[in-house]
């Protein structure tokens, strides 16, 4: 820099200057000259006057103006000293020298300033910029060209609706629409109308009317002026099979959960703050209505057991470690559940396909129990023509019988019907009234290989060693075929045979047998071979066919003919007494199906008779003399 100062003062070093006055006024002059330009010519007389300069840079003498000089660059109003002549080259070069190192400074700090002012503008333009953006994102939101093209497609999509389905046209809407479980029914309505509602088990084999029954039956009871419900009151249905849950309870959408802010994520502003998030499950929305489990009885054991608990306490608590009940960051909502825990005051209903021994006891003791019954042939046909008429089809006359021969649930039935009135319609697409013929029916029945749940019905005949014993497979009744035969002439060292596939209580019930007819004819069966069949191979788990058995080796040993239309049960004992057995509501039903037309009970099962019971003869007998008067 001071090489420029010089060649801009005309000069290449002190030893060349010219030494006379007027050269060194001249080089002041230039001096004073880059002070105005540096300075600006007002503020170089403002800091002249402030340094007491003013007049000596006015002054035409040489000295003064250097001495003037000296102050202005020196910034010294002390020196006050008026150099000598022979002084002024010395004085004037170290005034360049600090010039220079002005200019040299000035230089400096603007470029720097340039860049400072460059990157500030650029901070600023990347600030408004974001402000922009913030801007446009609270007025528009987060919508843009893509987002909006998805919206469009969405909602065009939901002008778009096809008719509901089949079985949400079909499903009973009032209580007169259950067909076939009048008794159920009417226990249900029972233990839900009282002010006390109880929680509720209903057995029964699918596709009878449980579900359907349970939630007319509340919107039934609501109407009630001592109702515990509510107008509102939920109805919240879920499926036993499909609860999923953690033991952690880090998912249980039946009780709820706990959304901690760093394993799951709670919502973002929680999140952000530590706060866990619970979240309320179905037990909660049920709140002042009725929970309806199905298939209770298929539900995690675990699960089911915090389900009971929640019975007991009405409420569902919540627990998280990252919850500080100090922190007064914490919403009122938040804390109030993790302190008090979310309502959960409910009737719950349950609905199973399994046996009630198969069912968790604590539950069975918290709850009433309601037995569904299996549908009959009449039932079927009723919810037929009770599905035609929702539908808006005729059918021909022997519809409802056909199909009531394939199926014996309202649901099947009314998927067959819907199955044929959907084939009507396509062939008969352009007429306005749809008729479903019997050739409809067995098509879709052959499409679906379906065969008659009762192959052969009975038969006003006798038989000799041929006796209809009666079995149960969880709540569906079932007629057995239970044949015997004898050869005689084996002295002492005959067998008795028994289907393997038969249970141990069934073989033994053929060894009581023996002992029963020897004490009833005086034959010794050792003196004979007997064979005992099992028609189909069915098993056997029960001594429930311990009264057939004997009958049937009765029949055959005496030559004497059976009735081919009554049904026995009972457990045979070795002094020829008839004991109890079980599922006999369900075993009447099987042999209704078949059109038996009287069956033998055990005496003691006389009051599991259904008191409506109608078509079928029902004898109970306690020994095997009373049985041998109904068969023979």
């Keep these: 820099m001071k090489g420029l100062l010089t060649k801009w003062l005309d000069h290449t070093n002190l030893s060349d200057r010219l030494q006379d006055e007027e050269e060194w006024r001249r080089e002041v002059d230039a001096l004073y000259v880059l002070l105005s330009n540096y300075h600006g010519t007002d503020k170089l007389v403002l800091k002249a006057s402030r340094l007491e300069a003013l007049k000596l840079m006015r002054s035409d003498v040489l000295v003064e103006r250097v001495a003037g000089l000296r102050k202005i660059v020196s910034d010294d109003p002390t020196v006050q000293k008026i150099p000598k002549l022979q002084e002024v080259p010395k004085l004037l070069d170290e005034i360049e020298e600090q010039i220079a190192e002005l200019i040299a400074r000035r230089s400096v700090e603007e470029r720097l300033e340039r860049v400072v002012s460059e990157k500030m503008q650029e901070r600023h333009e990347d600030y408004v910029k974001e402000i922009k953006i913030q801007v446009l994102q609270e007025t528009t939101g987060p919508e843009n060209a893509q987002t909006l093209k998805r919206l469009a497609i969405l909602e065009k999509m939901n002008t778009v609706s096809l008719k509901r389905s089949a ?306 497979s969880g709540f569906l009744g079932s007629v057995l075929e239970i044949e015997a035969i004898t050869f005689d002439g084996r002295d002492g060292k005959g067998t008795v045979r028994f289907n393997e596939t038969a249970g141990s209580m069934a073989r033994d019930a053929v060894f009581n047998a023996t002992a029963v007819i020897r004490e009833l004819t005086g034959e010794d069966l050792r003196n004979y071979d007997v064979h005992v069949n099992v028609v189909g191979g069915a098993k056997i788990d029960g001594p429930s066919a311990g009264l057939a058995t004997t009958l049937a080796i009765y029949s055959a040993l005496r030559k004497q003919p059976l009735r081919q239309d009554v049904a026995v049960t009972g457990e045979i004992s070795i002094q020829g007494k008839v004991k109890p057995v079980g599922g006999i509501y369900e075993k009447i039903f099987g042999a209704k199906q078949v059109e038996v037309r009287k069956v033998l009970i055990p005496l003691e099962n006389m009051a599991d008779v259904p008191q409506s019971l109608q078509g079928i003869e029902v004898v109970a007998v306690s020994t095997i003399e009373e049985a041998i008067k109904h068969v023979f």
């Design 167 to 472: 079985f949400d046209v079909l499903r009973p809407q009032t209580v007169e629409e259950i067909v076939g479980q009048e008794s159920a029914v009417r226990a249900l309505l029972a233990k839900l109308a009282t002010p006390y509602p109880q929680h509720i088990l209903m057995y029964g084999p699918p596709g009878v009317g449980k579900t359907s029954a349970a939630r007319v039956a509340l919107e039934a009871v609501k109407k009630h002026s001592h109702s515990p419900f509510a107008k509102d009151a939920p109805f919240i249905e879920v499926d036993g099979t499909t609860l999923r849950w953690d033991p952690r309870d880090v998912t249980n959408p039946l009780l709820g959960s706990v959304h901690d802010p760093i394993y799951q994520g709670a919502k973002h502003d929680l999140a952000e703050t530590g706060i866990p998030e619970p979240k309320m499950g179905l037990v909660s929305e049920a709140h002042g209505g009725i929970l309806f489990i199905d298939e209770i009885g298929e539900m995690d054991p675990l699960l089911l057991n915090k389900l009971l608990k929640v019975l007991e306490d009405k409420r569902v608590s919540f627990d998280s470690s990252y919850y500080d009940p100090s922190n007064p960051q914490v919403p009122q909502w938040i804390k109030k559940l993790f302190d008090e825990g979310a309502p959960a005051d409910f009737v719950l209903v349950g609905a199973t396909t399994r046996d009630p021994a198969e069912l968790n006891p604590a539950l069975r003791s918290r709850c009433s129990e309601v037995f569904f019954a299996p549908l009959e042939p009449g039932d079927v046909q009723h919810i037929i023509r009770q599905a035609s008429q929702k539908l808006g089809v005729t059918l021909e006359d022997d519809v409802p019988g056909i199909i009531s021969e394939y199926v014996i649930e309202g649901r099947k039935a009314n998927s067959i019907l819907t199955d044929a009135y959907g084939l009507a319609r396509y062939r008969n697409s352009d007429q306005e009234e749809i008729r479903v013929a019997s050739a409809d029916v067995y098509e879709v029945l052959r499409s679906a290989r379906l065969t008659p749940y009762i192959v052969r019905k009975v038969q006003p005949s006798m038989e000799i060693g041929r006796i209809l014993g009666l079995g149960v």
